[in-house]
């Protein structure tokens, strides 16, 4: 059964080879450490036993907060994690306060707009060529958290 967890050290470096399989610019293993060290930042794992099946982190500031990446392993997909690690990081972040939450998304990635659209996210803006490896622009995408 699929757990949703803080990330720990333990996990870094199972998310920094997923970096590599989904991204074509990853997070080094050293970035994604220093997230623990940051108490900005709240990065949550999808555990199948000890096998992270996905990951997603954000940071916050005041009461906003931003996604920083979000990833389900390629054996893992179309099986709802990602939509239950974007439900868990909203109400995780909402009890702390936070009141919005946003993130960017290639305008490519057809998927990943249907899941944001179907829980609740609106575009806001486009940031012309943000994603390197190939060139493309990202959809910047907000959702209201306030109950």
Known sequence: MMEI?????????????????????????????????????????????????????????????????????PDYRRQGIGEKLMLALTDTLREKGIKYLMLEVRQSNAPAIALYEKLGFTQVGLRPNYYRSPKENALIMRKELAI
Not at 15 to 26: G, H, Q, T, V, Y
Not at 47 to 53: I, M, S
């Open 5 to 73: 967890k803080n990330m720990t050290s333990a996990h870094i470096a199972q998310i920094a080879e997923m970096e590599k399989l989904c991204f074509s610019d990853p997070w080094s293993e050293k970035s994604i450490a220093s997230e623990l060290d940051n108490r900005l930042s709240l990065w949550l794992v999808a555990l199948d036993g000890e096998t992270v099946a996905g990951y997603i982190g954000s940071q916050s500031v005041l009461d906003a907060a931003d996604v920083m990446n979000v990833a389900v392993h």
